[in-house]
């Protein structure tokens, strides 16, 4: 059993059990019994009516509806994604599956696919990440392709520089 000190923490600076500082939200029962009362004040024909006014409001080009329709329906957007550490964060998520035979053989068509530059389309019923992990492979498979491109015209391009200055 961990000992208390006088600041209600234990000796790894955890909060101990039966600390006294910490005694949770005081106005929280407030808050339910007032919560409780609103809800009790609307019927379901009430949030019906309601619900048709924003609707109404949302047709007729209300801005502040249409946000608040779409911010309960749709929920928050994703966070964009930062493409500075998009591929750190696909291998992190590469690195954290169990490899199987699905994943290793669509790995073995990103591979062909970037030696004999042919276009693959993979089918894949799994989950979304591997989807996802999926399309990264593909991406990255026709970036190394242009890099490849890049490099030859580059040398193409360094050869005459050099043919010339001869």
Request: aromatic share 4%.
């Amino acid at each position: 059993m961990s000992q208390q000190n006088e600041s209600g923490r234990n000796e790894n600076g955890q909060f101990a059990k039966g600390n006294r500082f910490g005694k949770g939200n005081p106005f929280a029962r407030q808050v339910a019994q007032l919560r409780k009362a609103l809800v009790d004040a609307f019927s379901e024909e009430d949030i019906a009516e309601i619900a048709q006014k924003l609707k109404q409001m949302c047709l007729e080009g209300n801005l502040a509806a249409i946000k608040i329709v779409f911010s309960y329906l749709l929920g928050k957007p994703d966070a964009p994604v930062d493409p500075d550490t998009l591929d750190l964060k696909e291998w992190q998520i590469r690195e954290q599956e169990p490899t199987s035979a699905t994943s290793a053989s669509v790995k073995a068509s990103a591979r062909r696919a970037n030696r004999h530059q042919t276009v693959i389309s993979v089918s894949v019923a799994a989950s979304a990440r591997r989807a996802t992990s999926v399309k990264a492979s593909a991406r990255r498979a026709r970036a190394n392709r242009h890099q490849t491109v890049i490099s030859a015209s580059v040398a193409a391009s360094a050869r005459r520089v050099t043919s010339v200055a001869a």
